[in-house]
């Protein structure tokens, strides 16, 4: 049985742009190397905005490179472009997933019906990082559309899983990953108790959004905390104490070395200099005006 390391909860919240009132949960400068090969987690919201019809918040054009996005929308609407050609606008139940790898510059806004209209705003950013082998590779964007999304019955009526990246019981997610990665929502039905068989070797981490857990020891994990485990079983089990909605993550560990500022993660201080001295030189590239971004 899977054993608590550590449970971990911040309340501190600042703003990303005029888009996103966000709570760093973790960070590559925290927790990344117990976490890996999560780098950062981003809570937005939940968060309710007026209409804006005639200009869309947003976080304005910015760089990345060494690492991957994935943008999990649960309520409002989410739009990205990048110099890469790679772009779309994404609602709830689904996901962006942008490999940043060599380098590109991106902006994220709210989505147009999403201006218009307002409303309730909730979505988690995941950085994940790259191998070094992998980090100067081509950039890439998935979107993972609602549909194409699994969702799994979890044994003994317990609730479902919805499969982002990884396998559980034959299916399979659509994320397309570099290194094995199981990214999935949980809901949990008041009172049932779930158990997981994930790979031995491999960091676990719950995010619990709604509800609460009881685990095996007795802790209860509450919304909005983060809950960290050993890698030394396979068996992760607990118990919803109500209805819940969980994020899993769950991947094979990089035990490489992680030197990052700002928007770059590299392995060693000579590529984060070389990666700063890119974008400045317009390596990464531009972005051009979108009607109703301003």
């Known amino acids: 049985m899977k054993k608590l390391l550590f449970k971990h909860k911040s309340n501190a919240r600042h703003w990303?742009?005029?888009a996103?009132?966000?709570?760093s949960i973790f960070t590559y400068?925290?927790?990344?190397k117990e976490i890996s090969p999560f780098l950062l987690m981003d809570y937005a919201g939940p968060a309710v905005?007026?209409?804006s019809?005639?200009?869309r918040r947003k976080v304005g054009e910015h760089p990345h490179r060494g690492f991957e996005t994935v943008t999990l929308v649960y309520a409002g609407q989410v739009e990205h472009r990048d110099s890469a050609g790679g772009g779309g606008v994404i609602g709830p139940g689904e996901v962006q997933w942008m490999t940043a790898a060599s380098g590109l510059v991106h902006e994220e806004m709210h989505g147009k019906d999403f201006a218009q209209n307002g409303g309730t705003f909730e979505m988690v950013q995941l950085w994940v990082n790259l191998p070094a082998k992998s980090k100067m590779t081509q950039p890439r964007y998935q979107s993972l559309t609602k549909e194409s999304i699994p969702e799994v019955p979890l044994p003994n009526g317990a609730g479902t899983a919805r499969?982002?990246?990884g396998e559980y019981q034959g299916h399979k997610g659509p994320a397309k990953t570099f290194t094995p990665i199981n990214l999935w929502n949980l809901h949990v039905?008041?009172?049932k108790r779930a158990e997981l068989l994930l790979p031995r070797g491999f960091t676990t981490a719950l995010f619990v959004l709604r509800g609460n857990l009881r685990l095996e020891d007795g802790t209860v994990v509450e919304e909005g905390e983060l809950a960290s485990f050993d890698k030394d079983d396979d068996l992760l089990a607990f118990t919803a104490g109500t209805d819940a909605l969980v994020l899993l993550m769950n991947g094979q560990p990089l035990n490489e070395e992680i030197v990052g500022q700002g928007p770059f993660v590299m392995n060693t201080v000579d590529e984060l200099r070389q990666a700063f001295l890119d974008f400045q030189d317009g390596k990464m590239g531009t972005l051009g005006r979108i009607t109703g971004s301003d």
Do not use: S, W
């Open 16 to 18: 990303v742009g005029d």
């Open 20 to 23: 996103f009132p966000v709570r």
């Open 29 to 32: 400068n925290d927790l990344a």
């Open 49 to 51: 905005f007026t209409p």
């Open 53 to 55: 019809p005639d200009r």
């Open 163 to 165: 499969l982002v990246a």
């Open 189 to 191: 039905k008041e009172g």
